[in-house]
């Protein structure tokens, strides 16, 4: 299957059935779910059920149940540190990380580390910015967990996940993957993977802000205490204490995103029939034609980051261009209505690695095309009149 | 959209390509104050000697060190400029005239602020119409008030 590009690009810039699905659903079902036994509360808490069975299908969750709604990626993966690292993590206790985490994957096991003084180690970048494994299996000997980002948000790298979960438990560690780039741009199958527990986010799959998303393993969901307390968490609460209700709603406490999950569900549909192999192999072909545009147009004037081989990368480009800061490449695309991130994009410690403070980063997706890349490259040549360099 | 000619004025340029009182000076007897924009990753460090007591000691010398956009490091330069040779109080007035001249809200103004003078940093006016830059013109300028908060103790 192919990308129709052309149709897709008139459904943008925001997905027009998703803002129809909410407006849709806050006019006619607005409710509260689980509680009450009017009509439209039912409808509510079906439709807030149903996006739950979508999110299922599309990453191969073996149940819909085991699918945690949460405020975003950030948030899973706190409540992971928290729920998990509070029970079962103590002094010395080996966190692996990558030097490529986004913040969400670090700051949590930081927070870990100066309460319950966990020992945080990390996989170095080879040269072109992929994993270094080298030291695998001595970076595991003794982890309690291994925890690392399936597709970098600066770099694109999209690491081996399946043999990284592999090798986590091999060494006796849980597997948590922070899936919040790699899902809205390649094909998710968390039982393939074999991972314990994964976390992505709605806003960066043509969903709204304000939900995301946490799949885990019923056996440690049923084991790992709740997160957060309150109503719809719980199975009774009296005087002297209370019980929890089964998962998920055992980590849903208090009214859930509910409008939000109506309109991620139609995000999902979308994406669902254009097929993420077509979303993948589209973002492939447009990847290759970026870096080969922009190498050829700029030459050693721009430093892309992380690989060039598209097999093991994605379609976000992160790269200085000439002497400029990003704030002021950004400011210039800006005018060319070419919209980029500039700066440490959240991940401070990787942005070390490369030796610099910040970097321009373009991010293709499925509504992009050639004619954007080469409107990329042409509004770059701007930067150039204007400081002269 | 305001053109980017109003955001990237010629003076503004040549105090990015060549920023001047670059550096830093010996602490003590200079103070040193670190700024920086988190949510940017822009840096300004402000090393600053003065000579004599309260508002009416004189800036003896200034340095500016760290890394950024061109709109932080070059108000940073213009700052450093401006503020040489004057008095204490009158580098305060300025610091309000600056921030009221980029829209910042909330500062107290004083009598005669209104007299005092910005010169070539009325270049950097334009940044009013991309407000997202504001912070980028503003850092050097807080950091500067840190420093000066440091001398008087």
Known sequence: MTLDVESVRKEFPILSRVIDAMVEFTEHSYAPINRSSYRIAGEATDAYEGARRAIARFVNAPSPDEVIFTKNATESLNLVARSWGATNLGPGDPVVLTAMEHHANIVPWHMLAAERGIELRWIPLTPDGQLDLTDLDRLLDGAKVLSFTAMSNVLGTLPPVAELCAAAHDAGALAVVDACQFVPHNETDVQAWGADLVAFSSHKMCGPSGIGMLWGRMELLDAMPPFLGGGNMIDTVTFDGFTTAPVPAKYEAGTPPIVEAVGLHAAVDFLDDLGMDAVRQHEKQLTRYALDTLNERFGDQITIYGPDDVDVRGGVISFSFRDLHPHDVSQVLDQHNVCVRAGHHCAKPLMSVLGVHATTRASLYLYNDTDDVDSLADALEGATDIFGV | ?153
């Open chain 2, 1 to 153: 959209m305001p053109g980017l000619e109003d955001l990237y004025r010629e003076i503004i340029l040549d105090h990015y390509r060549t920023p001047r009182n670059r550096g830093e000076l010996e602490t003590p007897p200079a103070v040193r104050s670190d700024g920086h924009n988190p949510l940017c990753g822009d840096e300004i460090t402000v090393y600053l000697l003065t000579e004599g007591e309260g508002d009416a000691a004189i800036v003896d010398d200034i340095k500016i060190a760290g890394q950024g956009c061109s709109i932080s490091q070059s108000s940073a330069s213009m700052m450093s400029q401006a503020v040489i040779g004057k008095s204490v109080g009158e580098a305060k007035a300025l610091i309000r005239r600056f921030k009221t001249l980029m829209s910042i809200e909330g500062v107290e103004e004083r009598p005669g602020d209104a007299d005092v003078v910005l010169g070539d940093l009325e270049a950097l006016q334009g940044v009013v119409k991309f407000p997202v830059r504001i912070k980028c013109a503003v850092l050097g300028w807080n950091t500067l008030a840190q420093a000066l908060e440091q001398t008087a103790h």
